[in-house]
């Protein structure tokens, strides 16, 4: 099975940026592997079990939660940034 095309990325996502979708397709993902990843980006975050991913699967969840945060809550990122301006 081969990795994702371009299509397959705007078929999953929608309309995004053209280099969002280059970067998701250079990862050589599979479609499972990608809808998994959309799937963790949309849903709430879970710091620790994101730390355990593959590097291939971080690298999907990161590009999708920097393409999808209006579709939910704040992304991972912003959640964990948020958790480390109280902690200082």
């Known amino acids: 099975m081969g990795g994702v095309t ?3 990325v705007a078929a999953a996502i ?3 940026d053209k ?3 280059q970067e998701i397709v250079r990862t ?3 479609r499972p592997e990608l809808r998994r ?3 963790l980006a949309k849903g709430p975050g879970d710091l ?3 730390a355990a991913l593959p590097p291939r699967m971080q690298r999907l969840v ?3 939660g920097v393409t999808l945060p209006e579709q939910g809550p704040p992304s991972r990122l912003h959640a ?3 958790g480390l301006d109280c902690a200082a």
Do not use: P, Q, T
């Open 28 to 30: 050589g993902a599979s």
């Open 80 to 82: 964990a940034m948020k």
């Open 48 to 50: 620790a079990a994101d």
């Open 14 to 16: 929608g309309r995004i």
């Open 19 to 21: 280099i969002i979708i």
């Open 6 to 8: 371009e299509v397959d």
């Open 62 to 64: 990161d590009l999708l």
């Open 37 to 39: 990843a959309l799937a």
